[in-house]
């Protein structure tokens, strides 16, 4: 039996990394990047209003612009207008008073201020930040909180100059929004007499929009996004499946993460497809077109009490040597076809068997189409699975009974060599007569392996789709059970899934000694312990393959018709 087990976790390992190598390759279409596709026209709404005045402005926005069409790379038809870099201007440029401008579209409200000319901002319309309640509707926002007085916030100035970042970034700059062939432009202009500093930020429907920041004459900085990317939630808080504010990088269609806890101060690219900041479900990048290298810059801010140093990131794009910076900017969630579509798709990292959690994604999503709700989603398709692996299953109790049936003959092999252990001559000899009553009986002793080689891809596969996939963040299924992507809050799921595991061990065949099972009777309770933590999807995948084996075994142990009478009885 030990040889079967040990067996068993070698050909699992090898399983593992011949589907790795292989299924891109099997499976070229699930990673294919889609054609994006030509949205329809659409409005995009602004406001500025004086922290002054006590109500809003009236709103300066187009009237029903046209969308652009957005490809995976920027061009210089959807890039932000880069300012012209002219003469020094000589007369100090700064407005009086501090003003936010809003930008609303179907998927988001962008706010920016013009002190620093910064996104203060980024609400997703479609996503809450806690998913799971039932009273607070308070949208995502991809702008970290932090104290009022900073001023780091996305799209500041990090200069070598530290005086000039200061007033850059503190400074209130001049506002002008305008139309410019179907898109919503918003520009900030400042100049303290001996720099100048321009803003452009171009918005049409899309998550992806367009910057240009230019400083005359040039002096070397960069633009930054961060730190971090989001605020978390206490559920979050606690949940240690959320990994939040690491940085991210492409170069040469490679992606790279950098852990938040493990950041340097300081990593340099030269170049890059973009570089940002991400967590399992949303993330923050930028896309340079006209830039000098790249970067991730760590920091240590303070969290909680106690004098306690979380690190954060910022992720940044350098200046060209004639002071200008442009690109494509994206806020937004890691949804699949949203990353696919801009470009991001690496990004969505559902784990090592991602290629099979990108299938159960859209098995679930097209199954939800008619369940309307991921839950009952998720048992339809633990039963297709089932249902596909039966003939697996079916021939490993087959197995099992058979050995089973042999289990005297076999102890008395081991009857006849009791030196086995020690002599390896004998142990020689009591493997040849073992392989030989197998061969006798028609049995295949790694038969049984398959089963349980073909569930580890499938069990990943989920645990990595339930806990990267934003589709099934807040997803609720019934009860007590109001996100799919969160732990049991009462641990009864992982409770049934134990007590089914201990029932599918008393009622399946067996060929271990009683020493031994009495050893396996603790690997529900193990189990158990270990999924408590899990997702509840992962959870209720488990404990619903757990029912059916219990069906099956039930079914076949009643009504063995197909096989012989001696194996009835066993």
Known sequence: MEKR??????????????????????????????????????????????????????AASPSNPPTTTTTTSTTSETAASTPAAAAPIVQPVEDSSQKKTTVDTDNFIARFSNRGGELVSFELKHYRAKPSSKTDTTNVDLVKEREPSRTDYPFAIEATDPAFSHRANSALYTVREFDDKGAHVIEYRWSDGVHSVTKTFRFTREYLFNFAVSVVPPIPYRVVIGPGIRTLGPEEKDNQFITTGNGVYQRDDSLKVIAREKAGSLTAFPSVQYVGIEDNYF???????????????????????????????????????????????????KEAKVVDLYGFEKTLQLGVFGIIARFFLAALLWLNKFTKNYGFAIILLTLIIKLVLYPLQHKWIVSMKKMQKLQPKMEAIKAKYKKAKTDPEQRQKMNTETMKLYQQEGINPAGGCLPFVLQVPILWGFYGLLTHAIELRGAPFMLWIQDLSMKDPYYITPILMTVTMFIQQAITPSTADPAQKKMFMIMPLIMGWIFKEFPTGVVLYWLMQNVLTIVQQVIMNKFWKDHPTELQAG
Do not use: C, H, Y
């Open 5 to 58: 087990i040990f067996a068993a976790v070698l050909i699992s390992i090898g399983f593992l990394w011949l589907w790795a190598a292989v299924a891109p390759k099997l499976f070229p279409d699930l990673m294919k990047k889609p054609v994006p596709a030509v949205e329809q026209p659409a409005a995009s709404s602004t406001s500025s209003t004086a922290t002054s005045a006590s109500a809003p402005a009236p």
């Open 283 to 333: 993330l923050s990048a930028l896309r340079p077109e006209k830039s000098n290298g790249a970067l991730l810059r760590a920091i240590d801010v303070p969290a909680g009490a106690k004098n306690e140093k979380r690190r954060e990131i910022f992720a940044g794009v350098n200046a060209a040597p004639d002071g200008v910076v442009t690109g494509a900017a994206f806020f937004g969630p």
